[in-house]
């Protein structure tokens, strides 16, 4: 049994991971600032004897470490979740992003080499590349010009992490994530309008005119992803995750959502095709690389938001 350490352990993606490690055999320590996870999204897992949950600021070395010492056994992977996942609220305050991004995968780097910890899962973002118009984006593609502090932050973190890989760390996977859906959510689009709707069931406020167009990958299918490239030969691998089609467009999702929640509901969109800053209006990401390794996704982002739009009102509107 091989115990995985995971930062932003009660978040939305942590959750699901955990709960899959745990069904193989395999022992979890999650730790989170509870900034945006929240504790009852463990609950499932606090009586299961191969489950430990801390409260951790993981920016903090000494904090990290500390929970790493107290493990009782040595920590075999660490899955790096733990990020701000709130893109408007780092660009209204750029420390967010420096301190929950950036800083955490500082620390995360040296708590391993302290610890002798051999690999490493890092959850990076599509948001790295910017926008890049039209151009099919595959892993090798340049020069990388992020639009947001988030994507600025997650980009210098797998810098960070790619120089590990040289001194010191025997391997380590970035994942570069479309947007990920499923519950149980703790942020995003589907799990906005849901909530707007609860508030004003009569009209749904849409960020832009609703053209945006974008991948959207279940939750289950990126587990499945993430383990199967953890899974692959290599000491630094680098995969954009996602499904094979360019995407579904806001307007679907807004009429999706409103459909399951609020049938009669007026949706109101707003101007432009870029609903905050660091939005990308639309991007064709190829995901090749991950195709020709063997995985092939379940869910296509269509499916993908009609599950989880079902998914999430079930949860948040407990229907
Ligand atoms: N969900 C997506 O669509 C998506 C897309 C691209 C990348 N990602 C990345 O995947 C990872 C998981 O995302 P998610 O959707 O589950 O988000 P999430 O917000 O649910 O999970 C992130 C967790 O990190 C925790 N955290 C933040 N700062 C911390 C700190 N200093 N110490 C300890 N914990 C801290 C938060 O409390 C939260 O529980 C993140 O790194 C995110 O950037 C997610």
């Given amino acids: 049994m091989d115990l995985h350490l995971i930062t932003g352990g009660a978040g939305f993606v942590a959750v ?15 730790l989170d600032d509870l900034s945006r996870g929240r504790r009852e999204l463990v609950a499932e897992f606090e009586r299961h004897e191969h489950f430990t949950f ?28 733990a990020a701000n996942s709130d893109i408007p609220a780092g660009v209204a305050d750029p420390r967010i992003d420096r301190d929950r991004t950036f800083q955490t995968t500082f620390a995360v780097l040296e708590a391993m080499r302290r610890h002798q910890i051999p690999e ?98 279940h939750v289950d299918d990126l587990i499945d992803a993430m383990l199967h490239v953890s899974g692959l030969d290599g000491r630094y691998k680098v995969f954009n995750i996602g499904p094979k089609d360019e995407g579904v467009t806001v307007r679907m999702i807004a009429e999706t959502v409103r459909n399951r929640v609020s049938p009669g509901a007026e949706i109101v969109f707003g101007q432009g095709n870029r609903g905050w800053v660091g939005d990308v209006p639309r991007f064709r990401y190829s995901t090749r690389r991950l195709a020709d390794s063997g995985w092939a996704p379940r869910l296509d982002s269509s499916q993908a938001v009609m599950r989880a739009v079902d998914e999430i009102a079930r949860a948040e509107l407990k229907d």
């Avoid at 990290?64 to 056994?73: C, K, N, R, V, Y």
């Avoid at 910017?130 to 980009?155: F, R, V």
């Fill in 120 to 217: 490493l899962h890092f959850a990076s973002s599509s948001a790295i590349y910017g926008d890049m118009g039209d151009c099919e984006i595959h892993e090798d593609i340049g020069p990388l010009q992020p639009i947001s502090n988030y994507g600025a932050m997650k980009l210098a973190s797998e810098a960070q992490i790619r120089a590990a890989v040289e001194a010191f760390l025997p391997r380590a996977d970035i994942f570069r994530f479309p947007n990920v859906i499923g519950v149980p959510a703790t942020h995003g689009v589907i799990f906005d309008f849901v909530h707007k709707l609860r508030a004003t069931p009569d009209r749904l406020v849409v960020l832009g005119d609703g053209t945006q167009q974008k991948a959207y990958l």
């Fill in 16 to 30: 699901n991971l955990a709960r899959r490690l745990l069904a193989r055999g395999d022992a979890v320590l999650a």
């Fill in 54 to 81: 801390r409260q951790v600021d993981c920016s903090n070395l000494d904090e990290l470490s500390t929970a790493i010492d107290e493990a009782g056994s040595q920590v075999a992977h660490v899955w790096h979740m």
